[in-house]
Structures are given as C-alpha cells and as structure tokens.
C-alpha cells in the first residue's frame, strides 16, 4: 500500500502552492460562517457554546487530512446535533447533570467515529453507490431551501422559535411579518445586495463573501446596530480545545451503542451525500471508502478533545466551494481561523451583525439548487422527478435522514422494479438477411419451427416471475419446439434464475425440442457451470455465435415440415 493511500493528504499538499491565495480566503470566509453555527449547534445538542467551537476546530483538520473531497466541510451539524441530544437525553437531563451529558456526549462521537473508520476499512463505501443522482439533487435543494428558510428570523428580525420546523418557520413569520424589523431586514439585502454586485465584479467575485459580510458589518453599525435591534454573534469564549481521554465507561457504551450506530450510518450519508452534491458542479472524483475513513479519524481523534459528534456541513462546504476553495487546506485555514479568532479576535468577532450572516446565507441556499438538472429530470424521466421530489420535500418537512432514506428506498424500488421486468423482444430475419426486432421491421419473419427472442436484462429472482409468465404464454401459444435466446442482453443471472432456467429447458426438452442460448457473457454462465445447471441444459446448447446455432439446430428441425414451408429464412433452408 502506497504512503498516499494511507495519507490522502499527500496527494493535494503540492497543490497547495497554486491555490493557497483562493484557499486562505476561502478559509476565512468559512471561519466567520462557522462562529454563529458552532453556538447555535451545541446549544441544540444541549451543550455549552464552547463544545460547538471546540467540535468546529478539531474535526475539519482531521477529516481534511484524511476524507477524499476536496470540499467538504465538516464539524457540527444540524442533523448530527439532533441526534445527539436524542440519544443522551434518554439517560441524562442536560439541565440537571451538564457534565455526565457531556461526557456521554464525548464517548457517543468516539464510538459513532469507530464504526465509520470500520465501514471505511471494510470497504462498504460502495453502500454509498446506492444514493441515486436524483436524490442527491433533491436533497441538495431542499437543504438549500431549508438553510434559506431557517436565516429568515435574522432576514426579518422576527424571533422564530428555536427548532421551529420548515412549515413552523414559513407560518410564524406570515402571522408576525407585522413585527419586521426594517432595520435588520436593511441589512440582511443590503449585504445580499452587495453579494451579487461584488459576484458580477471580475477581480473581486471571489471575495463576495468576505466583503459582503464586512460592508454589511459597516452598514449595520450606519444603521445604529443594537439600538435598532440589530442582534450580533454575542461573546465568543477564548479558549482552545483541551486535550483529555473520554471516560470509556462499559455501562455508558453499552447504552449507547445503538444510537451511535444510527449517528455513524446517518453521519456518513450526510457527509457523503453533501461532498457528492458539490462534487456535481466541481466534477471531483470520491473515493467513498476513503471519506468513511476520514470521517471515522476525525469522529475518533476530536473526541480526545472536548468534541461532539459530527459530520459534514451542507452550509459550510457549501461556502467553501462557492468561496474559491480549490485543496482540503482551505478546511485547515479555516478551523486554524477559528482558534486565533477565539484566542486573539473574540470580542471583535463578537460584532459581526447576524442579519448580514442571514443575507449571505441566504445566497448559499440558492445556490445549492440545482436548477439545470432539476430541469433534465423533469424533461427526461416521471420516475426520476417522483425520487427527486420525495426528497426534496421529504427534506422540508422531515428529519434530514429520513428525507434521505426515503430518497433512497423508492429509488431502489424503481430500479428494482424496472430490473424485474427485462426486455423480450421476438426476433427475425428481414429481407437483407439481418435478425432484427420484427417490430422495427416489418418484411422480417419468423421460422415456424425455431423461436428466436433476445433478453435484455438480469435473471435474477426478481425478475424470475416476469420472465417465467412470458415463457409460460409462449410455451402454450407458440408451436415451435425449439427456442434460440439471444443472451448478449442478459448482464447476470443468479440462483434462483438458473434453477428455472434449467427447469425451463428440461420442460421444451420434454417437448421433442430444447432451449439453446448465444452470446451468453461469461459471467452469465459462472453461476450455471458451478451450480451443475450447465448439464441439465445441456452444455452443447450453448453458442458463441449465431450462424453456429442455427447449423446446429437446423439438424433437429422436422424435415417434412420444412420442404413444406414457404418462410425459408434461414441459409440451411435453401
């Protein structure tokens, strides 16, 4: 194993001396984003602010070295916050005993970070595969419209209340819009004002962040700042991260065990999902194997300083891209930011305005939508929009994971649901003496004595029932004796196709005919020849190609019926 298999980061750092001008601002840009986010997240975890600073500095280095996107953002979250307070808060009251809920808290990402490094190490990032593009467009836009939707307290200066749902946040505001803070509301468009005028601005488009979050900063304080209600990000603690070793209490894992499994398998499919989502516009290729691992490392190495669970940040990685970002050292920049903002800038920090955050971030919602290959899938597939409107919908109005497993299940359904139907055409030979589909061909025909039909799909046991019903109908209907399978179509076949088909093959024996196969892949055949099937069918009833099979077979036809037909399709026949 090569040293940049085991040290990812290996491969990006050279590129660092290119990019380090559009990381860095990138970086910054990010820090500032994280300050409110880290607060409000640990607080929804149940935790002091500072667990959420502490989670924001530690684990966006670790999962930089050691993820595979150069994007990604991660620290605490939303979805993962959630969790983490749904599954502590079955065993310890944060209001009563603050510090064994932070010490579950700890162990909780420990454990959550060793079932991902476990999931990498095996391999199962390929679970990942099974997240169609239609969900993950979905679910990038509803994320969008939701991070939109949540900024509008500080859009409207109307106080929302904390944890208000998508539909709560959209009724609360329409029944108190009388209580607008123009002010506040001046601020957050001015700032989104100046966003998109600095976005169009050639030589400074890459910094429309950071200068429209500090001229919304300058407009705020025009404006009269806190005297008109214009909150702020408020008191920033000043301390960094301290190193200490979780308690490993076996009682307190043993009672955390399923919710850190379910924290592991919904934090992977966030983080995953969020660096596929922008690897769509930076056309980036995963390694998913390698993000598992990444994810696990920094779950695992956080947890020995003061953090919580965590995962990837849609917001965050979002900004990041759309910032300039180019290397995973942008993630460093940002998180190293944070500790000299802690440590040195706290109270300037302290000032930023949060309607200017909002307007920003209100930018970022918009931008994660898609909105061309919503349009595609629209226009190309009814079953696509269905898996990309249940998510996105799912992600409005549901639990994140939810929205996402949903996605995922009525995708596979529609897959497997179309893979269980393959496709039989019945073949012929038309006038120049090609086999064709006699649908697309009128002048071809049929031997009255060899049935020809092509398979295109899996023999799998979902499919089984589908293909069985059509060769029942054509064993009773079709008086042929002997049928010839085009099999280049056929991708794989599995036990519980190979056991009908050799079921299938002893009933036209019984017949006085057989069934013969072409162009049968080979991994088609593997299952065949090692489950024995292959000498029920018999083997000399398989052919690589087609003029073979039909010699062959020609020799078995009933000669009588043949000097009488008219059809002569075959070279044999004349």
Known sequence: MSLKKIFPFLVWLPLVKRTWKDDIIAGITGTIIVIPQAVAFAMIA??????????????????????????LISGPTTTSSIVVFAVISKFVNPESDIEAFISLAIILSFMAGVIKLFMGFAKMGKLVNFVSHSVVIGFAAGAGILIAFKQLKFVFGIQ???????????NYIITHIQETNFYVLAVALGTLLIAFIIKKI???????????????????????????????????????????????????????????????????????????????????????????????LSNIISSFFSSYASSGSFTRSGVNYQAGAKTPFSAIVSAIGLMIVVLFFAKYASFLPKPAMGG??????????????????????????????????????????????????????????????????????????????????ETA???????????????????????????????????????????????????????????????????????????LKMISQDILEKGGFVKIIGIENFFKDKNTAIATIYMKLDKEECLNCDVKLFDECL
Request: charged content about 15%; proline content about 3%; glycine content about 10%.
């Open 445 to 519: 025909k049929e031997c009255p004595q060899l049935k020809m039909i092509r398979i295109d799909g899996s023999i799998y046991f979902g499919a089984v029932e589908g293909i069985s019903n059509y060769f029942a109908d054509l064993y009773k209907k079709s008086e042929s004796k002997h049928l010839l399978i085009i099999s280049n179509g056929i991708n794989f076949i599995d036990l519980a196709g190979a056991e009908w088909i050799s079921q299938e093959a002893l009933k036209w024996q019984q017949r006085g005919g057989g069934i013969y196969f072409v162009g």
């Open 360 to 441: 920003i971030i209100l930018l970022v919602g918009y931008n994660l939508i898609d909105f061309q290959h919503i349009k595609k899938i629209i226009k190309s597939s009814k079953r696509e929009f269905i898996v990309l409107m249940v998510t996105l919908l799912g992600t409005l109005f549901l639990e994140l994971e939810t929205a996402l497993f949903a996605g995922i299940l009525i995708s596979l359904f529609f897959y497997l649901e179309k893979t269980s139907k393959p496709n039989i055409a019945d073949f012929g030979r038309n006038k120049e003496g090609k086999f064709i589909n006699i649908i697309r061909d």
């Open 46 to 71: 149940g935790l002091p602010p500072i667990y959420g600073f502490y989670t924001a500095m530690i684990t966006p280095i670790i999962a930089a070295l050691f993820g595979s996107s150069y994007h």
């Open 160 to 170: 929302v209340p904390l944890g208000s749902t998508f539909y709560e946040i959209i």
């Open 202 to 296: 050639k030589y400074i488009s890459r910094l429309y962040m950071l200068l429209a979050m500090i001229l919304g900063s300058l407009l705020a304080i025009v404006l009269g700042g806190s005297f008109h209600g214009i909150e702020t990000v408020g008191i920033v603690p000043s301390n960094l991260p301290p190193f200490q070793i979780p308690d490993f209490n076996f009682e307190d894992m043993r009672l955390l065990t399923t919710g850190a499994i379910t924290l592991a398998l919904l934090g992977l499919v966030e983080a995953v999902s969020i660096a596929r989502a922008v690897a769509l516009h930076s056309h980036q290729k995963l390694d998913n194997n390698q993000e598992f691992i990444g994810q696990g």
